[in-house]
């Protein structure tokens, strides 16, 4: 039950953080306003952090028995996760004007690094799962495993250009955010990736609802 609660969660903060960045990409002139801001890094800060959690439940509740590179790659990815919501906890500190984080970690190749540690982590994990499906999760949830895979490669892929950006051209800034047709080129993508992973959690919850609604049969 608690399990299913964190993946809706996940399904709603995942959207809302989307439809933030998409919006954003679009109609910059929003983020003049400080106050979307501060909603938009606490939407992130709040994803990240349940994204962690999904990544923790499911390692309690669906690796028993399973093989051990499943589990590894659920450590990797509560890691991964965490190591996100760092990044946007550190920009909260600083919107919020609190002096927590030393100057070390105000650094753009830790900014740039991060998401593209945690991209490639919950990749392994989508890759990990599609090998260990048990015969039922495999009729249900084969192709949105699949799904996210692709979505999850895509996301990967972009965070590998911002980074070989950062080191030849020693330029930081994210793909949407830079020449406006690369930014809508690049926010087609992040559309594509996102419908692609959210499908997948989409499926998994009602997955999760068939497997109580059988418990009670």
Not at 56 to 83: E, Q
């Amino acid at each position: 039950m608690r399990f299913k609660k964190i993946t809706y969660l996940l399904i709603v903060s995942f959207t809302v953080s989307f439809l933030i960045r998409t919006t954003g990409t679009l109609f910059p002139q929003i983020f003049q306003n400080v106050y979307i801001v501060k909603l938009t890094i606490i939407t992130n800060l709040f994803f990240n952090v349940v994204q962690a959690l999904f990544f923790i439940c499911f390692l309690r509740s669906y690796t028993a028995g399973r093989k051990r590179p499943l589990k590894t790659v659920c450590l990797l990815s509560i890691i991964g996760s965490f190591l996100a919501a760092v990044t946007y906890l550190k920009k909260f500190c600083l919107i919020f004007k609190l002096d927590i984080f030393s100057l070390y970690l105000i650094n753009r190749y830790v900014d740039a690094f991060i998401p593209l540690v945690s991209s490639f982590f919950i990749l392994l994990f989508f890759v990990s799962f599609k090998k260990v499906q048990t015969h039922e999760e495999y009729k249900i949830l084969d192709r949105p495993i699949s799904s996210a895979i692709i979505g999850s490669v895509i996301f990967f892929l972009l965070h590998l250009i911002v980074m070989a950006n950062l080191f030849i051209f020693h330029k930081f800034n994210w793909l949407e955010h830079t020449h406006r047709y690369v930014g809508l080129c690049t926010l087609s993508s992040i559309v594509l990736a996102a419908v692609f992973i959210l499908h997948f959690y989409i499926r998994f919850f009602q997955y999760q609802q068939n497997q109580e609604l059988q418990g009670h049969t």
